[in-house]
């Protein structure tokens, strides 16, 4: 009796884990969808572009060891 109540409890110890997940609910039929309109234009903020201290890809400073921002010159 007692190995029959150990294998009902680790069946149901081992089945637990395995519920299905639920699904997400469709949308409403009459609902449209979201969409930007054609006609409608997009604005971007204006940037510029800065090469006079462009060094290529050459490090000039590090945080390491100390974690202080230090030129590698010194």
Request: proline fraction near 8%; charge should be neutral.
């Amino acid at each position: 009796m007692r190995s029959f109540v150990t294998l009902v409890v680790v069946a149901l110890l081992t089945a637990l884990p395995l519920t299905a997940q639920v699904a997400p609910a469709a949308p409403a039929q009459n609902t449209p969808p979201r969409t930007a309109a054609v006609d409608e234009a997009i604005v971007l903020s204006p940037f510029a572009i800065n090469a006079t201290t462009d060094t290529g890809y050459a490090a000039t400073s590090t945080l390491g060891g100390t974690r202080l921002k230090s030129e590698l010159r010194d």
